[in-house]
C-alpha cells in the first residue's frame, strides 16, 4: 500500500502544478490553433486527396505533437526537483525507484493527455468534423503515445544536471520525431512517392505509428488507403514502445543518486 500511495502522491503533485500553471493552460489553445489555421490554410492549397482536406488530415498530427512537445517538456521537472532537493528526498523515501517513474510519469502524461484533448475542442471550433466515437476510440490511444513520449522525456531529465543541456536535447529529439512521423504529410497512398531514406526513417520513429493511429480511428475509411500500418500493428508497436521506455526509465532512476 506504500507503494501505491507513493504513486498517487507524486501523480497528485504532478497534476496539480500543472493545473496551478495558468499562463501553460493558455498557451494549449494558441499553438494548435496558429498551426491548423495558418499551416493548415497555407499547405492546404496544394493538397489533392479526394474525401480529405488538409485541414482534416494534419489536425490528428497536431494532437500528437501537442502530446509530444508537452510530454517531452514535462522532463523539466525532474531537473527543477533536483534543483530545489525536492528529488533527493524523494529518492531517500521508502519506495521502489520504480514507484517513483511511474508517479511522475503517470502524473506527466495525465497533464499532457489533457492538453491533447483541448487540442479536439480547438478543432472542433474551428469546424472540423469530428465524430464523438472517434474521439472516444482516440482517447486510449493518446493515453499509449504519451507513456512512451513523457517516459524519454523522465529518462533524458535524470542524466541532465541544468534546464539549458535539457532544453538542447529535448529540441534535437523533439523536431525530428515530429517531421518524420507523417504528421504533416501522407507517408502512403495512391500517388505519393517519398524518398526511401524518409520512409525508412519514418518507419523505425515510434511516433509514426501514433498518428497513423489516430488517423485511423479519426478520418475513418477515408484514411484506409493512406494508412500506414493496420490500427492493430499500430497499438502493439506503440505499447512495445511504452513497454521499452518505460524499463530504460526506471534503469535511469534507478542510477541517480
Do not use: C, H
Not at 27 to 33: E, K, T
Not at 37 to 47: C, S, T
Amino acid at each position: 500500500m506504500s507503494e501505491i500511495r507513493g504513486v498517487y502522491t507524486l501523480w497528485l503533485r504532478e497534476i496539480k502544478r500543472f493545473l496551478r500553471d495558468r499562463t501553460r493552460i493558455i498557451s494549449m489553445f494558441i499553438q494548435p490553433l496558429l498551426w491548423l489555421v495558418i499551416f493548415g490554410a497555407g499547405f492546404g492549397v496544394r493538397f489533392a486527396i479526394p474525401g480529405l482536406s488538409y485541414q482534416n488530415v494534419i489536425f490528428p498530427g497536431i494532437v500528437a505533437q501537442t502530446l509530444l512537445f508537452t510530454a517531452m517538456f514535462m522532463g523539466i521537472s525532474v531537473i527543477w526537483d533536483k534543483e530545489f532537493g525536492f528529488m533527493k528526498e524523494i529518492l531517500v523515501s521508502p519506495i521502489s525507484r520504480f514507484s517513483i517513474f511511474m508517479g511522475k510519469m503517470l502524473g506527466d502524461s495525465t497533464s499532457a493527455f489533457i492538453q491533447g484533448i483541448i487540442v479536439f475542442f480547438v478543432g472542433i471550433a474551428l469546424g472540423i468534423s469530428i465524430d464523438p466515437l472517434a474521439f472516444l476510440y482516440a482517447l486510449p490511444i493518446m493515453v499509449l503515445i504519451t507513456f512512451g513520449l513523457v517516459s524519454i522525456g523522465l529518462t533524458i531529465a535524470s542524466f541532465m544536471g541544468s534546464l539549458e543541456s535539457f532544453g538542447a536535447i529535448q529540441t534535437f529529439i523533439n523536431l525530428p520525431l515530429f517531421f518524420l512521423s507523417g504528421a504533416l504529410f501522407p507517408l502512403k497512398g495512391p500517388g505519393i512517392s517519398l524518398p526511401s531514406w524518409l520512409t525508412t526513417a519514418a518507419a523505425w520513429n515510434p511516433l509514426t505509428y501514433g498518428v497513423d493511429a489516430l488517423r485511423n480511428v479519426v478520418l475513418g475509411s477515408a484514411w484506409t488507403p493512406l494508412q500506414v500500418q493496420p490500427l492493430w500493428v499500430d497499438i502493439g508497436v506503440i505499447a512495445l514502445f511504452d513497454v521499452i521506455m518505460m524499463a530504460v526509465g526506471t534503469w535511469a532512476f534507478s542510477r541517480m543518486k
